[in-house]
């Protein structure tokens, strides 16, 4: 069974950065496209980043394209997304999981950005 733990998430204002963590425990993540989600309060939880197993192709949704960036290290079984020039509209739980979303989601970690 694998678990996965966001952290990193807080409260900043319009403008500035947070960087998120996904750590993963039960089995290695290396060879698995990850991504992270998000879900606004009475919105769909949505893709909004991923990142191929080998950290070679990444996909970003427009809405956050040149904002965030997604990174990994496959022996640390740790991915992370860095996110800048942060909106209010990013506001949202932000959830880690397989491209597919196939393993059981975690608590997520709250981002909640400030006008």
């Known amino acids: 069974q694998v678990q996965l733990v966001e952290s990193g998430g807080g409260l900043v204002q319009a403008g500035g950065s947070l960087r998120l963590s996904c750590a993963a425990s039960?089995?290695?993540?290396?060879?698995?496209?990850m991504g992270w989600f998000r879900q606004a309060p009475g919105n769909k939880r949505e893709l909004v980043v991923s990142?191929?197993?080998?950290?070679?192709?990444?996909s970003y949704a427009d809405s956050v394209k040149g904002r965030f960036t997604i990174s990994r290290d496959n022996a640390k079984n740790t991915m992370y997304l860095q996110m800048n020039r942060l909106k209010p509209e990013d506001t949202a739980v932000y959830y880690c999981n397989t491209r597919g979303s196939n393993w059981v989601w975690g608590q997520g970690t709250q981002v909640t950005v400030s006008s």
């Open positions: 990142i191929s197993w080998n950290a070679d192709i990444t």
């Open positions: 039960g089995r290695a993540f290396s060879s698995d496209s």
